[in-house]
């Protein structure tokens, strides 16, 4: 019965330290980006690609207070469009962001804008071209009667 008692105390004792030791079992942090769809409170939905499905699928990621971000200062700046990239551990079956990296979207498409070209009429663009000169007209020929006064 003394041998009994013994066996059973190591196996309660056994079962209780692997129950601690499973219990602080260190969480792996998983990576995915992608683009968000929507946000909403603390929730970000976020589409990206699944290559099991080959398809695009929409995945919603929680935040809380100790989500760190980048590109952006909190979640209220995430939106619709961002390319985004997130840490996250698996939690309870939901998947908590640690980090989320935002490009945002109109950052990343903005291109310069090009001067404005100015209006030009037609007639204006390109000059008319010039009509020769006349030619003087020949000076009219006297006769030297007229020229010299008469004498009488």
Known sequence: MKKLSVILA???????????????EEVETEYSYGTVKSVSGAQIIVSEYDFEKDADVDVTYTTDASTQFEGVAAIGEVGTGDDIEIDYVVKGG???ATLVSIEKAAAAEAVPAAAPVPEVAPE????????????????????????KPAAQ
């Open 10 to 24: 190591s196996f309660l004792f056994l079962t209780h330290i692997s129950g601690i030791a499973f219990a602080q």
């Open 94 to 96: 939901n998947k908590n």
């Open 124 to 147: 204006a663009a390109v000059p008319a071209p010039e009509a020769p000169a006349a030619a003087p007209a020949p000076a009219a020929e006297t006769a030297p009667e007229a020229a």
